[in-house]
């Protein structure tokens, strides 16, 4: 067998033992003669790993006590609107910092429902003057006091900029945080946030579950005309069991949880997170013939979009990457070039050959 080292943005790459674990279990799983895609959500084998998976992540981001956490389906792009239908019954008005293509479809569903609701979208920030290549500066905000909510994307997974810092609290105004691509790769101040969401398939698991975490008073106040299925609420006191859950999906990020506990947390695999992007950056600001197109300070731990200067080498540097066993590095078609997602998941070893080939490709077509 040859796995190789799996750059793609998501669904991505996952811990080979968790993997390993999965296989092991597959066919019979917890003394049950079945597979754990086999047995009833509504039984004890499966409410306890469900309710061991919520923990494991309360504990690895440590959630406050006043947040439920909802494993739910749709992916982040169902949050694009469910946020809506539950925060915004009776303030209709939305502030949204612009980042990136994940952004943008945010504010485009929000622009859609919120003024058929006699609300706004209001968009405070944006770096789409420079192909989003930068976080514009909080100073610059022009938010207002009497939104229901703020939304940011803390990561913008296709090009490639993160925060590295919280927007600060105003008024009573709610920030909600699409951290689908980065959750769980470094420490985060939950009770910053009203709202954080995030699908799994980048850093968790599977594609197929969608993680929510809600400070529970912003519970229990959506639009009358909210479908059941999106009442967080309702989701809430059932445990996310309202209906049938994608079973393997937490049952698999469960055990990346497990993984990421043994590897000491959130703030040892920090470091780890550090130490690559370190490694890839470091590299493409060293020489010329790649460059990162993102300002410095705000530049992905996670995803990591580079360009050749020359981009006509492009299909030969996919074709040799995937050849070695390097894969998935062709970027998003918004940005073009190159992208090297290195989600908890990549060992230093993949990036360590990433490096390599690319410094020895510069060699050969320099
Ligand atoms: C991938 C991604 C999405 C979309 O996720 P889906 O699960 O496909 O809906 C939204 N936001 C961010 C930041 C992402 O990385």
């Keep these: 067998m040859t796995r190789a080292y799996n750059f793609a943005a998501g669904p991505a790459t996952l811990p080979l033992e968790v993997l390993e674990q999965a296989r092991e279990e597959l066919l019979e ?18 409410e ?90 909080e100073s610059t905000w022009q938010r207002r006091k009497d939104a229901c909510f703020m939304h940011v994307c803390t990561n913008e997974t296709i090009q490639g900029v993160e925060y590295n810092f919280v927007p600060e609290q105003l008024g009573d105004v709610t ?77 698999l990020a469960g055990l990346v949880f497990k993984w990421l506990k043994r590897q000491g947390g959130v703030e040892a695999i920090e470091r780890k997170n550090i130490a690559k992007a370190e490694l890839l950056y470091g590299y493409l600001d060293s020489q010329d013939f790649y460059y990162s197109p993102v300002a410095k300070r705000d530049r992905s731990r996670m995803n990591a979009p580079f360009r050749l200067k020359d981009e006509s080498l492009n299909a030969k540097f996919l074709a040799e990457t995937q050849a070695a066993g390097l894969v998935a590095l062709k970027g998003h078609k918004a940005v073009g070039g190159m992208r090297a997602s290195i989600y908890n998941a990549m060992p230093i070893e993949g990036v360590q050959a990433l490096v390599g080939f690319m410094r020895d490709f510069a060699a050969r077509n320099g």
């Design 29 to 46: 799983w917890q003394g049950t003669g079945c597979s754990v895609m086999e047995v009833s959500h509504r039984g004890k084998e499966f």
């Design 48 to 137: 306890a790993c469900n309710a061991e998976a919520e923990q494991d992540l309360r504990d690895l981001l440590g959630i406050p006590s006043n947040y439920r956490v909802l494993f739910l389906q749709g992916g982040a792009s169902m949050q694009w609107s469910q946020i809506l239908f539950n925060l915004c019954g009776s303030n209709p008005h939305g502030d949204f910092i612009l980042t990136g293509e994940w952004t943008t479809r945010a504010v485009a569903e929000a622009q859609r429902l919120l003024p058929l609701w006699g609300g706004s979208v209001n968009v405070v920030a944006s770096s789409a003057d420079r192909n989003f290549s930068y976080i514009p500066d």
């Design 175 to 251: 920030l909600v945080a699409d951290m689908s691509s980065h959750i769980v790769s470094r420490p985060v101040d939950v009770a910053r946030y009203g709202l954080i969401y995030a699908g799994a398939q980048k850093n968790i698991g599977p594609a197929g579950v969608t993680i929510v975490i809600v400070r529970d008073d912003l519970l229990g106040k959506c639009r009358a005309d909210t479908p059941r299925m999106f009442d967080y609420k309702l989701m809430a006191d059932n445990h996310s069991l309202l209906n049938t859950p994608p079973t393997f999906g937490i049952y």
